[in-house]
């Protein structure tokens, strides 16, 4: 069969990575991070586990591992701490060292993600109060399998410094009465077409504006040309597809951006990105409208290689190893970036105040009033929970039945042998006995497992073996 076909397995699910969403088995659950629901935040914390295994880097000190390796691992100080949020019943850790990484890491992507949703409900809520629209905005460019990632991303950077400061875009804001946008970034890879970057942006405007923004797709293919993105022979593919719209810009109204804002964050689920399927010359990726042209190339995200990694999610046609090794180069190429971009003075324009950075975000959910401390979990007993890969069920417990079943839970893992595992407790070569206080998990030796040097002195571990 040609490109590669998604298989979730029925006893769990593959997640995306802006979702919260999940397959099993009989059908796709929308919406999974629910208050009092384990699900997918146990899916996450699987996840998560093969994201430090393949970063981290034998032999690197501690300090000077990637941040993801520690990610509720590592304990800040002895104890750690059970939180509940006492308005939604869901549960959370207090105590342990977080990468904050949107990208790389499925459990901290899964609460910033989640707020930045609500950040955008409220600025589409304050602007539709003072009269105005917001709409949909996709940018994209025709790409190749062999493209490297990072090359596209800054390319598709280059490409929208010169959209915006084209005359003919400038002309159009100012005729629809534009008063500022953000731009989300996100990212696909595809059997046929490889990696695909792209942006969606929200544009804040008077309403009845659609034909009036449209006018900005000759800018925006000019602005891919000058970048090195296509060429001029592209110039009527990417202007006229098969159906005579433009394929590698489109705008939809408002709509189509409550839309987008309502699955920003609750990405559609593996099942249904698999019947739509996703091309490059498809703008409308994130909206009902894409299931016309995009069969051709079954778009997965990075967090669903994860899951063919940790095998809880079958791809025709994708081994464990190359899916180890594209996920380390997305994770590589989109270190630092922005997930949201906010355009200046858009915030002031909506009353909104300050914007909070991702590192911030989860300081601040953990402060709200609603947040109580139930209990703590010991040194000795968070060492147990690591051993076993039991993360996330003492979160599950305090959430079904309060510190009884948390105390019943530890008891259980108590009565337990410890599981015989390198990754988990080790000796240093100080002779010091190294535990989740000290190391992250570390990955078994494996035939064709190599470390690689990234650009900023850091390394991560990539399969030798896999092929692109």
Same mark, same amino acid.
């Given at each position: ?46 996840? %998560? ?36 949020? @006492? ?25 910033? @993600? ?13 602007? !539709? ?8 905005? @996709? ?30 875009? /400038? ?16 990212? @696909? ?24 923004? $449209? ?16 060429? !001029? ?9 098969? $159906? ?18 309502? !699955? ?19 703008? /409308? ?10 069969? /051709? ?8 290689? %994860? ?47 300050? %914007? ?33 890969? /039991? ?78």
């Amino acid at each position: 069969m040609t490109g590669v076909q998604a298989v979730p397995r029925p006893e769990t699910g593959a997640l995306g990575l802006y979702a919260r969403s999940s397959d099993r088995g009989g059908g796709a659950i929308e919406g999974g991070h629910r208050a009092g629901g384990g699900g997918d935040r146990g899916v996450r914390y699987k996840l %998560l586990s093969v994201v430090q295994r393949l970063m981290f880097a034998p032999g690197l000190p501690s300090e000077l591992q990637s941040r993801v390796c520690s990610c509720h691992w590592r304990r800040k100080a002895g104890e750690v701490e059970l939180r509940q949020d @006492t308005a939604s019943g869901r549960a959370s850790y207090r105590g342990l060292e977080t990468c904050r990484s949107v990208w790389s890491c499925p459990v901290c992507n899964g609460l910033i @993600t989640e707020q930045r949703r609500e950040e955008l409900q409220r600025a589409v809520g304050h602007w !539709k109060d003072q009269g105005g629209e917001c709409y949909l905005v @996709t940018l994209t460019f025709p790409h190749q399998r062999r493209d490297k990632l990072a090359d596209l991303v800054a390319g598709m950077r280059a490409a929208a410094d010169h959209f915006n400061t084209s005359k003919g875009v /400038r002309a159009a804001r100012t005729a629809a009465g534009y008063v500022g946008s953000i731009r989300a970034l996100e990212v @696909t890879w595809g059997s046929w077409h490889g990696w695909h970057p792209h942006f969606h942006l929200l544009y804040f405007c008077a309403p009845g504006q659609v034909a009036t923004l $449209d006018r900005m797709k000759t800018a925006w293919v000019d602005a891919l040309i000058k970048s090195g993105l296509a060429e !001029k022979s592209q110039l009527n593919d990417m202007l006229h597809g098969a $159906d005579g719209a433009a394929v590698a810009f489109d705008v939809q109204n408002g709509d189509y951006a409550a839309d987008y804002i309502a !699955k920003f964050g609750h990405e559609p689920s593996l099942r249904s990105k698999i019947e739509t399927g996703e091309v490059w010359g498809v703008a /409308r990726e994130m909206v009902k409208g894409m299931s016309k042209g995009g069969r /051709r190339l079954r778009g997965v995200t990075p967090f669903t290689l %994860l899951a063919v990694v940790a095998g809880t999610c079958e791809l025709r046609g994708m081994t464990k190893g190359r899916a180890a090794a594209l996920f380390c180069e997305f994770a590589a190429a989109f270190k630092g970036q922005r997930q949201l971009y906010w355009s200046p003075k858009l915030r002031k324009a909506l009353q909104l105040g300050r %914007l909070f950075t991702d590192a911030e975000l989860p300081d601040l959910v953990d402060a709200k009033p609603e947040m109580v401390t139930r209990g703590v979990i010991s040194a000795d007993d968070w060492r147990l929970i690591l051993a076993h890969g /039991r993360r996330d069920d003492p979160l599950r417990a305090l959430e079904t039945g309060g510190m009884d079943a948390v105390r019943a839970l530890l008891a259980e893992l108590r009565a337990k042998p410890p599981p015989r595992d390198d990754r988990v407790s080790r000796w240093r070569d100080d002779g010091a006995f190294a535990d989740g206080l000290d190391v992250a998990r570390a990955p078994l030796p494996r035939p064709g497992f190599a470390v690689v040097t990234n650009k900023d002195g850091s390394t991560r571990n990539v399969f030798e073996g896999a092929r692109r």
